[in-house]
């Protein structure tokens, strides 16, 4: 009991623990039945986790699991939050319920979960929370923790000039809910464009001069002979992209669509004229 923040501790006096090496599961007489899948979600995220980074989780980790969404929200951040870490209690919270409905899983919200615990214990400097955020919802398959809608915020933004700049979302992002769930979607996009891009070994080296106590600036600086402010830049661009192909065609529509139909006409007239050439030559045109 000691173990759950105070005013839920104060409104369930049901819960158990299951310990195990490395972990413990705090969880609730209802969700008894399910703690094997649920130990064996956890395992399988955590050796994922550490066949993406080669970090080991050395710390002990708390996973408190809820089965009641109203208690969940009275200690998470936002309305929207189905999980959430925090590294310097070595603690998950899990709201159980929304974590198994699509397009959430188990496994990989854990893992999502646990790559936080990871960045806090192995990295020696505290990394921008946008940058905390990317990082594991890359390495959780874009899995966030978070309920999204279902439009693209992001390329809404990017559209209208209404992208967040990222350093802005240094310490918190923003508490209304589609800022909120657009600073997730940056994030995401922002790690993932440096993967790609500039490939995953790169990434994972700046990392590790993260982890040896290089400051975020200067890591960046020496892998990829950029700043952040210019890897930033480039991000957008790439963001803006496929709107300036977009907006070039929606432009020059009547354009592509003459054309295209002149090069109907003309397979149309070939097409004609090679049935006429298949015909004996005292066919008329008219006949044909």
């Given amino acids: 009991m000691l173990l759950l923040p105070p005013n839920l501790a104060l409104a369930n006096d049901s819960f158990f623990s299951h310990d195990q090496p490395g972990v413990s599961f705090i969880y609730p007489k209802p969700l008894e039945h399910v703690l094997p899948e649920i130990i064996d979600a956890y395992h399988h995220a955590k050796n994922n986790l550490y066949k993406i980074f080669s970090w080991p989780i050395n710390t002990h980790v708390k996973l408190i699991l809820i089965n009641d969404r109203k208690s969940f929200l009275q200690i998470a951040e936002h309305p929207l939050t189905v999980a959430f870490a925090q ?145 930033e830049h480039e991000w957008v661009v790439s963001q803006t992209q496929f709107f300036d192909w977009l907006i070039y065609v929606i432009n020059n529509l009547y354009t592509f669509l003459f054309t295209g139909l002149s090069f109907i006409s003309i397979i149309g007239f070939i097409r004609l004229k090679r049935k006429k050439w298949q015909y004996p030559d005292d066919w008329e045109d008219d006949m044909l």
């Fill in 87 to 231: 590294p310097s209690k070595s603690m998950i919270t899990l709201n159980y319920q929304a974590v198994i409905e699509n397009p959430f899983s188990l496994e990989t919200t854990l893992q999502h979960e646990l790559c936080h615990i990871l960045l806090g214990e192995q990295l020696k400097i505290q990394i921008p929370r946008w940058l905390n955020e990317g990082i594991s919802q890359w390495a959780s398959e874009g899995i966030t923790e978070i309920m999204r809608p279902q439009k693209n915020l992001l390329q809404t933004a990017a559209f209208s000039g209404k992208l967040i700049p990222f350093y802005q979302l240094e310490n918190s992002f923003p508490m209304a809910s589609n800022a909120f769930v657009l600073a997730y979607e940056q994030s995401q996009s922002f790690v993932v464009y440096l993967v790609q891009k500039y490939h995953k070994d790169s990434f994972l080296k700046m990392l590790e001069l993260l982890k040896q106590g290089q400051s975020l600036h200067t890591a960046m600086r020496s892998i990829y002979e950029k700043s952040l402010h210019q890897l």
